[in-house]
């Protein structure tokens, strides 16, 4: 285990429901980061929490909400969501900004299929 | 453009064989490199980091190699075992940007008894 605990493993949503996605992590960063790993193509990024400020928000579309309450706790709000959304969303988390030993620790990942 | 690119993109050996992942970048201004294992489904753990500074890094049955002129890096395995199964995946980090993370595509590494 890395220190940081995504809930659900495996979530399947139609595209009305609302759901969450939640990460906790337990190696006291300060950094915490939501990921969007579609088949075939590279981790992308999608948004930056430091110091429970959001940092970076990389063009995400509305249907996906972060909110980060404390250092330890990330959430991944979920609404109107296409099929095409359907992937798997990890969560990480790192200390301080960037350096050149900066190490990001990942979650299981949360498998999301929108039916 | 900032990218990773990494060969094969898949890649079947025998156990107990040796094989080297490719990784070419662009990524600009260098902060570092890290190659990432992901099993399937599962989310990808750290094997090594490398700074521009650093031209190998082992960790156990892995080795990996950075040239900060060429832009590649290399990470051989050596004496592979089943579980080396997974996807290998070369991340490279943009200097001056908290979770600027280019990632490659991966290489998808099959064992086979």
């Known amino acids: 285990e890395t220190g940081v605990t995504q809930t659900p493993r495996h979530l399947v949503m139609g595209m009305t429901n609302k759901k969450s996605l939640k990460c906790e992590q337990h190696l006291g960063h300060n950094a915490m980061y939501w990921y969007k790993q579609s088949a075939k193509k590279p981790l992308e990024l999608m948004f930056v929490y430091s110091l429970e400020e959001r940092v970076e928000n990389n063009s995400v579309p509305s249907r996906f909400s972060p909110e980060c309450p404390n250092s330890s706790h990330l959430f991944l709000h979920l609404h109107t969501l296409q099929p095409e959304d359907s992937a798997l969303y990890l969560c990480?988390?790192?200390?301080?900004?960037?350096?050149?030993?900066?190490?990001?620790?990942f979650g299981q990942g949360t498998r999301l299929t929108v039916v | 453009k900032n990218q990773v690119e990494q060969s094969p993109q898949s890649l079947i050996i025998l156990e107990g064989k040796n094989c080297t992942l490719q990784c070419n970048y662009t990524v600009s201004p260098f902060s570092n490199l890290r190659w990432y294992k992901q099993d399937t489904g599962r989310g990808p753990v750290s094997l090594t980091i490398m700074t521009f500074s650093e031209n190998t890094k082992s960790n156990g049955r892995y080795t990996a190699t950075l040239d900060a002129d060429t832009k590649q890096s290399s990470l051989h395995i050596t004496a592979s075992q089943l579980s080396d199964s997974a996807s290998y995946i070369c991340v490279v980090s943009k200097r001056g940007s908290q979770g600027n993370l280019i990632f490659g595509k991966g290489t998808k590494l099959s064992v086979k008894p």
């Open positions: 990480a988390s790192s200390q301080g900004r960037d350096s050149l030993n900066t190490e990001a620790f």
